[in-house]
């Protein structure tokens, strides 16, 4: 099967495209498989690090959805976009991470799990401490507004969309988008004040 090239820029056509890879793959080809985890993997990726609570279960998360998608493509008939249906599947995923760690609590082996942690994370890579503080601000917004705001403002999903995946009204991701949109400003003019209250004179 000759696979058509993915576009440059996400939009509809991009969504066509990893959709028929997803339809194709259905039956078995190993060329639109190894098409559609390469297009989405990314996505479902920061989509798992920001919904989730343990950023350090984020490949565990991404392979497990992918692992659930696989196993269920058969089911799959195009009705959705393949991308709104897999992050779909990346939501399930998560929470049903986080009722497993709600149940089953880890015993960490060191008494200061959170500066070990922080050491074991790479330092110097571009944009890291920027990552670092959007990371921040994200989890400082409630889960339902973080979750809106990651589907339509960084992995680009139509509202629509976002909703499918939310299992909510498409009015209630706008209002949490905006919500959230309100608060990242907020936390970042505070910050700034903060940053120069706290500059030598």
């Given at each position: 099967?000759i696979?058509?090239?993915?576009?440059?820029?996400r939009?509809?056509?991009?969504?066509q495209?990893?959709t028929?890879w997803?339809?194709a793959?259905?039956?078995g080809?190993?060329?639109?498989v190894?098409?559609?985890?390469?297009?989405?993997h990314?996505?479902?990726?920061?989509?798992?690090?920001?919904?989730?609570a343990?950023?350090?279960?984020?490949?565990?998360?991404?392979?497990?959805?992918f692992?659930?998608?696989l196993?269920?493509?058969?089911r799959?008939?195009g009705r959705?976009?393949?991308?709104t249906?897999?992050?779909s599947?990346a939501r399930?995923?998560?929470i049903d991470?986080?009722?497993y760690?709600?149940a089953r609590p880890?015993?960490s082996?060191?008494?200061?799990?959170?500066s070990?942690?922080?050491?074991?994370?790479p330092r110097?890579?571009?944009?890291?401490?920027?990552?670092?503080?959007?990371?921040?601000?994200?989890?400082a917004l409630?889960?339902?507004?973080?979750?809106a705001?990651?589907l339509?403002?960084?992995?680009?999903l139509?509202?629509?969309?976002?909703?499918?995946v939310?299992?909510?009204?498409?009015?209630?991701?706008?209002?949490?988008v905006?919500?959230?949109?309100?608060?990242?400003?907020?936390?970042?003019h505070?910050a700034e004040g903060?940053?120069l209250?706290?500059?030598?004179?």
């Amino acid at each position: 099967m000759i696979t058509p090239a993915l576009p440059r820029s996400r939009d509809e056509s991009t969504d066509q495209v990893i959709t028929a890879w997803a339809l194709a793959a259905r039956t078995g080809d190993p060329v639109a498989v190894e098409h559609f985890v390469r297009a989405l993997h990314r996505d479902v990726r920061r989509y798992v690090t920001y919904l989730g609570a343990d950023p350090q279960a984020a490949d565990d998360l991404t392979q497990d959805t992918f692992l659930r998608a696989l196993g269920s493509l058969h089911r799959f008939e195009g009705r959705s976009s393949a991308r709104t249906w897999l992050l779909s599947i990346a939501r399930r995923a998560v929470i049903d991470n986080l009722r497993y760690t709600a149940a089953r609590p880890r015993v960490s082996d060191t008494d200061d799990w959170q500066s070990a942690a922080e050491r074991a994370q790479p330092r110097g890579l571009p944009g890291f401490d920027d990552g670092v503080a959007l990371a921040d601000l994200l989890a400082a917004l409630p889960d339902e507004r973080r979750e809106a705001f990651v589907l339509t403002q960084l992995l680009g999903l139509p509202y629509a969309d976002a909703a499918h995946v939310s299992n909510c009204p498409v009015g209630t991701v706008r209002s949490r988008v905006a919500r959230a949109r309100q608060a990242l400003i907020e936390r970042l003019h505070a910050a700034e004040g903060a940053e120069l209250v706290g500059a030598p004179a």
